[in-house]
T-cell receptor
Framework: GAVVSQHPSRVICKSGTSVKIECRSL??????MFWYRQFPKQSLMLMAT?????????EQGVEKDKFLINHASLTLSTLTVTSAHPEDSSFYIC????????????FGQGTRLTVV | QKEVEQNSGPLSVPEGAIASLNCTYS??????FFWYRQYSGKSPELIMF????GDKEDGRFTAQLNKASQYVSLLIRDSQPSDSATYLC?????????????FGQGTELSVKP
């Protein structure tokens, strides 16, 4: 299957700082990328849909000014958690979907964010 | 009502048995159905997807879809301890909403040696 690389895999930051997470599709062009958040023992909750060259579409209840998404190229999307707080500590996972009619999405390795 | 529902489990089966995982969804417009496996602390990995009513087999795994009943299941034959994980059901509408995946809460499977 296709490879999606997410970086960093683990990050610890101080409260009030910002953290950037990168998601790259290594062997295909991803017209659409998705960002999910997963709290312990819970399922993946979609945060936003990122389309190359356009603004991200955020799910209800997700603050777009706090979770900045940039999809500047067909192989890279970034999620920046601004002014992080301890309640933002979670497992963040990106997925990328190739263009065309393919519906299969491939997941990155995930980023464990801990805000102290 | 949640869009995608699964029993959270844990579901415990002995090694070699058949594990049956179930999922229901609320949106009749759903078009594609996926089963993912997630080990603790890892991201999900795709096991199977199914689009059409009926059964789809891949090795020890069989996905079953019944759109009339809005029900999709995953059967794991000859279960192995390495199959112990959380299994996530996900649905999507291809042509609406950007094809985003909506996940169920997952079913924890434990296969006992």
């Amino acid at each position: 299957g296709a490879v999606v690389s997410q970086h960093p895999s683990r990050v610890i930051c101080k409260s009030g700082t910002s953290v950037k997470i990168e998601c790259r599709s290594l062997d295909f062009q991803a017209t659409t990328m998705f960002w999910y958040r997963q709290f312990p023992k819970q399922s993946l909750m979609l945060m936003a849909t990122s389309n190359e060259g356009s603004k991200a579409t955020y799910e209800q209840g997700v603050e777009k000014d706090k979770f900045l998404i940039n999809h500047a190229s067909l192989t890279l999307s970034t999620l920046t958690v601004t002014s992080a707080h301890p309640e933002d500590s979670s497992f963040y996972i990106c997925s990328a979907r190739p263009g065309g009619r393919s519906t299969e999405a491939f997941f990155g390795q995930g980023t464990r964010l801990t805000v102290v | 009502q949640k869009e995608v529902e699964q029993n959270s489990g844990p579901l415990s089966v002995p090694e070699g048995a058949i594990a049956s995982l179930n999922c229901t969804y609320s949106d009749r417009g759903s078009q594609s159905f996926f089963w993912y496996r997630q080990y603790s602390g890892k991201s999900p990995e795709l096991i199977m997807f199914i689009y059409s009513n009926g059964d789809k087999e891949d090795g020890r795994f069989t996905a079953q879809l019944n759109k009339a009943s809005q029900y999709v299941s995953l059967l794991i034959r000859d279960s192995q301890p390495s199959d112990s994980a959380t299994y996530l059901c996900a649905v999507t509408m291809i042509y609406n909403q950007g094809g985003k995946l909506i996940f169920g809460q997952g079913t924890e499977l434990s296969v006992k040696p």
